[in-house]
């Protein structure tokens, strides 16, 4: 028995589809050569076909429902991975949406907000704070290469260096330098949040807001 991947149910199921693996390609060209519209020949579920009806049903059964749940199932996994997938975070508009998963331990290990779950002043998403990654490993990532320059001798240790350094790590998490740029402006808002914000709102655990922030 044939079973169709979902990626083909989309599309009119073929005379080999019908036949199965097991028939030679000789067989499927010959019956394509004469059962084709362009031969003269009959059409599935065409008024000269004697099985229309048994081919209606099938389609009725089979075939539309099983169409329909492979549109369902793509639609659902672009919403999947678009709530999941890494975005910048600039407003309360943006909290709103929900802060995608792939972010959590980016937000968790930014020293502020570390600093607040330590402290059990926030949510921090229910995370534990002892199976937190000791070290900011987003942060390593996002600054791996930079520098600062001065126009004139620095004294300030990493100043005006005479070369760049990269550090990176077999378990390091796997971002894409575009997500690194959104992963950072997100944090400098929040930042910005935590120094500015009268009401305090917890971040971490947005948008239900039940948090509080003891400053």
Same mark, same amino acid.
């Not at 020949?41 to 076909?49: C, E, T």
């Not at 998963?101 to 907000?113: C, D, G, N, R, Y």
């Not at 996002?142 to 126009?151: K, T």
């Given at each position: ?17 019908? /036949?199965?693996?097991?028939? %030679? +390609? ?7 050569? @004469?059962?084709?519209? *362009?031969?003269?020949? $009959? ?22 429902? /099983?169409?329909?749940?492979? %549109? +369902? ?7 999947? @991975?678009?709530?999941? *997938?890494?975005?910048? $975070? ?126």
């Amino acid at each position: 028995m044939y079973i169709a991947p979902l990626v083909d149910v989309l599309t009119p199921v073929s005379i080999g589809t019908v /036949l199965g693996t097991n028939v %030679s +390609l000789d067989l499927i060209g010959s019956l394509n050569a @004469e059962m084709s519209a *362009a031969a003269g020949g $009959i059409v599935f579920g065409s008024a000269d076909d004697p099985h229309a009806d048994m081919y209606h049903h099938f389609n009725k059964v089979v075939d539309l429902p /099983l169409a329909e749940t492979a %549109s +369902l199932i793509k639609a659902t996994n672009i919403v999947i @991975e678009d709530r999941n *997938a890494v975005r910048p $975070i600039t407003s309360i508009e943006e909290l709103e949406r929900g802060i995608p998963a792939s972010m959590h331990e980016a937000i968790l290990t930014f020293p502020p907000i570390r600093k607040l779950v330590k402290e059990g002043s926030v949510f921090g998403f229910g995370y534990d704070y002892d199976l937190l990654p000791s070290e900011d490993r987003t942060g390593r990532l996002i600054h791996n290469g930079s520098a600062y320059f001065s126009p004139k001798e620095s004294e300030v240790p990493g100043d005006n260096p005479s070369f760049l350094e990269y550090e990176f790590h077999s378990d390091d998490p796997l971002f894409s330098a575009d997500e690194l740029d959104d992963i950072q402006v997100t944090r400098e808002w929040m930042q910005d949040f935590l120094d500015n914000d009268e009401e305090s709102y917890d971040l971490t655990d947005w948008p239900a807001k039940q948090g509080k922030l003891d400053k």
